[in-house]
């Protein structure tokens, strides 16, 4: 079992930045993937990036060259680092670990880019 809490979500300007973290807690050592995924209104949840336990790294292509995922494995975080964000991008992003085949998910934080 794995519990992750997401953190960093709020309201940005056109163009800013924001950083989303995930800590997770219980059977994190059999974590194989951990990614972001996010749901924007009346849309599906769409794949954002993952980060594999081998620390390769992969982006949808609407955030290539924007956003960034990493991990710090001391503190159990997955980081997404998102720049030059767009009103497109606004939608709940939610933390995402698998084990096998088993999905755990996050809550999910809020992102809304407007001015």
């Known amino acids: 079992q794995v519990r992750l809490v997401e953190s960093g979500g709020g309201l940005v300007q056109p163009g800013g930045s924001l950083r989303l973290s995930c800590v997770g807690s219980?059977?994190?050592?059999?974590?194989?993937?951990m990614g972001w995924y996010r749901q924007a209104p009346g849309k599906e949840r769409e794949w954002v990036a993952s980060?594999?336990?081998?620390?390769?790294?992969y982006y949808a292509d609407p955030v290539k060259g924007r956003f960034s995922i990493s991990r710090d494995s001391s503190k159990m975080t997955v980081y997404l680092e998102m720049n030059s964000l767009r009103p497109e991008d606004t939608a709940v992003y939610y933390c995402?670990?698998?084990?096998?085949?088993?999905?755990?998910w996050g809550q999910g934080t809020q992102v809304t880019v407007s001015s």
């Open positions: 995402n670990a698998a084990i096998g085949a088993a999905d755990y």
């Open positions: 980060i594999i336990s081998g620390g390769s790294t």
């Open positions: 219980g059977s994190i050592h059999m974590i194989n993937r």
